[in-house]
């Protein structure tokens, strides 16, 4: 027998409301923090707060950044440093942070040069506390799971969901399960479910497959569900968009371009963007693009297929394992982005991703494969004309590097795409850096030098 939502703690169940909005029907109702469909419509609900439209724009901005400077508590976060746009917790005890958020906002040198944008930045969300953008939606619904008492979280994942829930609910005291496609993820991301003491469910199917298991185990088991479809996520999850404003001294960029996975990030993004809009925090919003890989592109489909009003579903296929899903759960969300900023939606080969994946590395940050769709994509919309080069525009990179050494190994052996159709194709060679066996003589590494400066006089990655 499991432990019903609070047994196991002995405190009194929460008893906390917050106001949601059904975003298909638009009914606002109070409701507890597990319930993430309307009980009228089916469809999701995202949370509102009619005290956020009451804040001064000016003041607030000063003491987000007075807070910056602070050394102790909450405000550590670059997440809770926001908490005027997120839901409250009963105290700030309740708070469960590992100091998320507060990422960099770089320049791309080289990928300006390539794509002749010359503002033209990456907001590294891959610098969180376990490398990926998840963190930020984490530290806000591990709060709000804690606080409701629950003894167990859960998510499917392909990944990056997994290591966030699990760290966060070690850092918060609760256990975690996690449901992953057996095979189908990184083994860095795998092994940090592990050590953050998750019970993990390699489960023989895909992503889409363990997310419908999991919809039906938390009908049935008293298991917070901490995927994207919870919508305490998406509110930490906007605080990188008010982060990037905050570090463009409020001058919205003209695109922000993200990846398109379960469509989480860029419903948050966007749901941030609205809200400093109608605050007056900002004074026009920027168009927020959402790029996908080929092989999972059911956003793409869903709007040229469909006109964005059913899902057209995938069976879905990538190496940037993050997004390989083909059954979005958020693609309302998402289509209501796009249409509300007027951002585009497009979808790039694996070949686009590799090479966008080994510009980005050459800049000396790097990413995961999935973030690197941002670059392609970017490459793309250029030549459509949708972007001009004289815009400014920020690529949102989701995960570190370091979540999939064996894409980067095998991309740079040169063994990536052996048995697809790209097997032959020489246009990732030049971007090829494998490591060199030699024997441990001095004259052997000083050849090896010698013949690496004679290959590659002008010292350029790209
Ligand atoms: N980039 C990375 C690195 C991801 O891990 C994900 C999603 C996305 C982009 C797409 O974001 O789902 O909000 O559209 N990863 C999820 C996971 C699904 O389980 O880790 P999305």
């Not at 003491?63 to 926001?82: A, Q």
């Not at 997994?162 to 070690?170: D, F, G, Q, W």
């Not at 938390?218 to 982060?243: C, D, H, M, W």
Request: glycine share 8%; with cysteine.
């Amino acid at each position: 027998m499991l432990p019903s939502a609070t047994s196991e703690k002995g405190s009194a169940p929460s008893q906390a409301t917050f106001r949601f909005r059904c975003i298909g029907c638009g009914s606002v109702s109070s409701s507890a923090a597990q319930d993430f469909r309307c009980s009228q419509c089916g469809n999701l609900l995202e949370i509102t707060d009619s005290s956020w439209n009451s804040q001064n724009p000016a003041a607030l901005k000063s003491l987000w950044r007075e807070r910056r400077t602070l050394n102790e508590g909450i405000d550590l976060s670059g997440v809770w440093r926001f908490r005027e746009f997120l839901p409250t917790p009963a105290s700030e005890q309740q708070i469960v942070t590992l100091r998320e958020g507060n990422t960099p906002l770089y320049e791309l040198p080289q990928s300006s040069r390539i794509t002749d944008v010359p503002r033209l930045y990456a907001k590294h969300q891959g610098l969180n506390p376990t490398g990926s953008f998840k963190d930020a939606g984490m530290t806000v619904a591990a709060t709000f799971a804690r606080q409701a008492g629950y003894h167990w979280v859960a998510c499917a994942s392909t990944g990056n969901t997994s290591a966030s829930m699990a760290a966060y609910a070690a850092r918060g005291g609760m256990r975690s399960l996690v449901l992953v496609p057996e095979g189908k993820i990184s083994w860095s991301k795998l092994s940090q479910a592990l050590d953050y003491g998750a019970l993990t469910c390699q489960l023989r199917t895909d992503f889409d497959g363990c997310l419908r298991l999991l919809q039906e185990l938390v009908r049935r088991a008293p298991v917070y569900q901490l995927n994207s479809i919870n919508p305490f996520r998406l509110e930490g999850q906007k605080t990188l968009a008010f982060e990037l404003l905050e570090q463009l001294d409020w001058e919205p960029p003209d695109h922000i371009i993200v990846p398109g996975g379960n469509l989480g990030n860029s419903s948050a993004i966007g749901k941030a963007l609205l809200e400093m809009r109608d605050v007056g925090l900002i004074p026009r919003l920027p168009k927020l693009s959402v790029i996908q890989a080929e092989g999972a592109n059911p956003l793409v489909r869903t709007l040229r297929e469909a006109g964005g009003k059913r899902l057209v579903s995938v069976q879905a296929e990538t190496r940037a394992t993050a997004i390989r899903i083909g059954n979005p759960a958020s693609w309302e969300k998402a289509v209501k982005v796009l249409q509300a900023t007027g951002g585009a939606c497009e979808q790039v080969s694996e070949l686009e991703i590799a090479q966008a994946k080994a510009e980005i590395g050459a800049e000396g940050i790097g990413c995961e494969p999935a973030s690197a769709v941002t670059l392609a994509g970017l490459k793309k919309l250029l030549r459509q004309g949708f972007v001009k080069p004289e815009e400014t525009v920020v690529l949102v990179l989701t995960g570190n590097l370091l979540k999939d050494p064996d894409y980067t190994m095998e991309f740079h052996r040169g063994d990536l795409f052996k048995d697809t159709p790209y097997e032959q194709s020489a246009k990732l060679d030049r971007f090829r850096h494998p490591p060199v066996v030699l024997d441990a003589t001095l004259d052997a590494v000083i050849k090896t030098l010698e013949q690496a400066e004679k290959s590659d006089p002008t010292h350029s990655n790209v």
